[in-house]
């Protein structure tokens, strides 16, 4: 973070720090530490004491980070933001107060701001006296007009102008017209308003990082972070950049030095057709059960991302309607070793029949993949796994045998890939390619199903067949110049397809 700030001030820019606790950004959780959820009964966002010892813990953290680059001490930070759209989840204004206290008491003396929907209920709910007041977004007078009400008689700003848009599995990618972009900045310019676009670049949720949002129905982001903004996810400036630079470049005072020369494009590489000839079935590398009455969530066995097998015996019910209460968020569910089917918490699926079987069925294994947990508004607390328990015809079934999957780089160094591939779903698969440069490149995973993808270790993230995202960034740090290693866990595929690299996401 320090090394970060730094970089900006060398280039000439000032710095507003947003760093919640709490700050949603599309990221798994919004933010806030996986392990708060291994309490059962926790509550965030609000004076609870165990998340409040957590914030202060943090905030002292991140306080010595940042004193000696306030602008007080010499340094760019010109402000820091309380919480994150605080309005639109709770109104316990005392718990903002308390994390100005908090980052006071550990030496940072502001100035602080807040950002909410410019609504009254979040206004009033969301910010606190004193505070600069920001609002995500603003661009008329109507908007601005609403936090004056407050009569606080501190600066309002847009916090969050939107050039572009997250996007969710399944739906197209979310696009934002320039041209709308222009006409509010050209609003906010006119009137002598400060904004920030968010954001100017989104990047990328390698790993596990994607979060998720809940509208009528479960709904886990796409690994890439793009955005449609104005800085594409490998850093590429795009059209709506260069109309965004134009519009800005119209409003510097008059005598002003003209804009520097853009950096040289990174350079972005293609990758011929990799073959995966090896293959490992997840089944054969289980670790060591974790044996309870019933089925526990990932956060409650010290796991925070990744897959999690559920096993029991059938006792009683041998078939019939099986039933997750609650899935989060998709499962691949067999039957003696054999793939039954599918549930996906996104289509509000959490039953599927169990068919009748001479002799009867005796082994259920029910494979869970946790996605994005929700960064925004109510829906926060979402542990992943089985949260609750799994029934047959209405029977509770008791005693399980779980084993913790976390897919993370000791998991995979410890995988053991052989020539013949599993014909049971939930398979990696290992190739090897060579490179005499390196460079960005995206992974064509269009002929795959759902999974993940390492290279060289690193995990470049989610792809699913629903798209719209068919290939996964990669970029040149990951790669290596001579042999590089991919592996590609997929849920569904039993035999590998070709993987190519190509330059751009779409």
């Known amino acids: 973070l320090a090394a970060f700030i730094e970089l900006a001030r060398e280039v000439g820019l000032w710095v507003f720090v947003r760093p919640g606790p709490y700050a949603c950004a599309e990221w798994d959780f919004g933010g806030l530490p996986i392990w708060l959820l291994a ?127 997250l996007t969710h599995w399944g739906e197209p990618w979310a696009r934002a017209a320039t041209e709308d972009t222009l006409k509010d900045l050209r609003w906010l310019l006119d009137n002598k308003k400060s904004f920030s676009l968010y954001v100017l ?167 869970v993949e946790g996605m994005g947990r929700i960064n925004f508004s109510q829906y926060l607390i979402d542990r992943k796994g089985i949260t609750e328990r799994v029934t047959l015809n209405g029977m509770t079934l008791m005693t399980w045998d779980i084993f913790r999957l976390p897919m993370d780089q000791r998991f995979i160094a410890g995988l053991r890939f052989e020539g013949e591939h599993s014909s049971r779903p939930a398979v990696f698969f290992k190739g090897t390619f060579d490179l005499a440069k390196t460079g960005d490149t995206y992974l064509d995973m269009t002929g795959w199903k759902k999974g993940l993808v390492w290279v060289n270790g690193h995990n470049l993230g989610r792809y699913w067949e629903i798209g719209p995202q068919k290939r996964l960034f990669c970029p040149a740090p990951f790669l290596v110049k001579g042999r590089n290693t991919i592996v590609v866990f997929d849920l569904h595929q039993t035999a590998p397809a070709f993987i190519r690299g190509l330059k751009t996401l779409e």
């Open 201 to 367: 670049h989104g990047g990328t949720n390698f790993g596990f990082w994607a979060g998720a949002n809940m509208g009528k129905t479960y709904q886990p982001d796409v690994t890439s972070y793009d955005y449609d903004a104005p800085i594409n996810e490998r850093g590429e400036p795009t059209p709506k950049y260069f109309a965004i630079r134009d519009l800005l470049a119209g409003y510097r005072p008059a005598g002003a030095s003209s804009l520097p020369d853009l950096p040289a494009p990174l350079p972005a590489i293609e990758i011929p057709d990799i073959a995966l000839d090896a293959s490992a079935g997840l089944f054969d590398f289980l670790p060591e059960a974790v044996r309870l009455p019933q089925p526990k969530p990932m956060e409650a066995l010290d796991q925070s991302h990744g897959f999690i097998l559920y096993r029991t015996r059938l006792v009683g019910h041998h078939s019939g309607k099986l039933t997750i209460r609650d899935l989060h968020d998709y499962a691949n569910v067999y039957i003696d070793g054999e793939y039954l089917g599918s549930l996906d918490r996104a289509k509000d699926e959490n039953t599927i029949e169990i068919p009748k079987s001479d002799p009867p069925a005796e082994t259920l294994d029910i494979l």
């Open 39 to 165: 309490h059962p009964d926790i509550k965030v966002r609000c004076l609870d004491p165990r998340y409040m010892a957590a914030c202060e813990a943090y905030i002292q953290k991140i306080a010595g980070v940042l004193r000696p680059l306030l602008v007080q001490n010499g340094g760019p930070v010109l402000m820091i933001q309380v919480e994150n759209e605080y309005g639109s989840y709770g109104n316990d204004r005392g718990y903002l107060a308390a994390l100005k206290e908090m980052r006071e008491k550990a030496g940072i003396p502001g100035p602080f701001s807040t950002a909410d929907g410019a609504t009254p209920y979040m206004l009033e709910a969301g910010s606190i006296p004193g505070c600069a007041i920001g609002l995500d977004p603003a661009a008329s007078e109507k908007e601005f007009a609403e936090a004056e009400k407050l009569g606080r008689n501190v600066p309002i700003f847009c916090s969050e102008l939107y050039p572009g848009w």
